[in-house]
């Protein structure tokens, strides 16, 4: 098969490269759509260790796979396999399973390929009126959905007046925000500093987005949703959650600095990190994506595969207006 191999820092290179073989318990998915990830942009760069080149990247998939070896299912995928033994799996947190998998990386290759290899119940059937790009949202925006849980168990963001704000208007946030918004909270902003994804945002995304500078100094919030994961992110957060509110942290854009540990304390602010979903969360984002309740979907630029490379590189540059690029193999 063709796939788009990471060989090395800032280096991708389209290639044949061996056919999948399922394990007992798996199928083989033909990758229609895939989208490129920040986490996959961190790799690429060679900022992370869990993925050594050579590795095939990608784990936003959707495709189709052999039903009862008759006819094709249209499917998107649930990247993160676990093991469904452990005390996590058992508890329901099968995100913190000390055993899990994730697709693009080892063991697994990912996405960027025509084929994956995958567990039959790691596969959520798309509806017809539902294209693979729009499939292909539903990993990332099930991270927002998990968030948004979590935001919406928390004390702070309980009630019926919560006002949120989300930083950062890549997939992730843009996800968070819809989920924030389906699941009850009205109020809802976002920051980007890009000023042409901020204004594709608000003309194409019907988001109500503004840049840090828009903030009045007073102002402080009961949600905040980092995003993006820097320590001026974390920072900006500390700064504008209210006494008593809550800062969930989706970003891993780097591991130091920014959280107000003093603020947090006298003021008893929560911080909680956010890892991926559980699997009832991919299932239930991925429902209220096919019901209608996140929006059109159609905040995606497609490309080929075989142009994933400058793809990347557009998107480090900061050209990409869109939220999500989805590579077509």
Known sequence: MKALVYTGPEQLEFQDF?????????????VESVGICGSDMHAFLGHDERRPAP?????EV?????????????????????????????????????????????????????QI????????????????????????????????????????????????????????GLGAALSLKAQGVSDVVMIEPNDLRRRYLIDHCGQTV???????????????????????TRALASAKVR???VIVHIGLGSAEGGLDIRR??????????????????FRDCAQAMFDGKLGALDWVETRRLSEGAQAFADIRAGTVAAPKIILKP
């Open 55 to 59: 590795l095939i990247l990608g784990h």
């Open 264 to 281: 947090a304390t006298l003021q008893e602010i929560t911080f909680v990190g956010t890892y991926t979903y559980t699997a009832q969360d």
């Open 210 to 232: 503004i840049t840090e500078g828009d903030l009045f100094e007073e102002h402080q919030i009961d949600v905040v949703v980092d995003g993006v994961g820097y320590a001026p």
């Open 243 to 245: 006494p008593g509110g």
């Open 62 to 114: 959707a495709g189709t796979m052999m039903k009862w070896g008759t006819h094709e299912t249209r499917v998107t995928v649930n990247p993160l396999v676990s093991c469904g033994e452990c005390r996590a799996c058992k508890a329901g947190q099968d995100n913190l399973c000390p055993n899990r998998q994730i697709i693009s990386m080892p063991p697994r290759e990912g996405g960027f390929a025509e």
């Open 117 to 172: 290899t995958m567990p039959t119940g790691n596969l959520v059937e798309v509806p017809d009126h539902v294209s693979a790009d729009q499939a292909a949202l539903a990993e990332p925006i099930a991270c927002g959905w998990h968030a948004a849980r979590i935001a919406r168990s928390h004390p702070a963001g309980a009630g019926m007046d919560v006002q949120a704000l989300v930083i950062g208007g890549g997939a992730i």
């Open 18 to 30: 061996a056919d999948p073989t399922p394990a007992d318990g798996e199928v083989i998915v033909n």
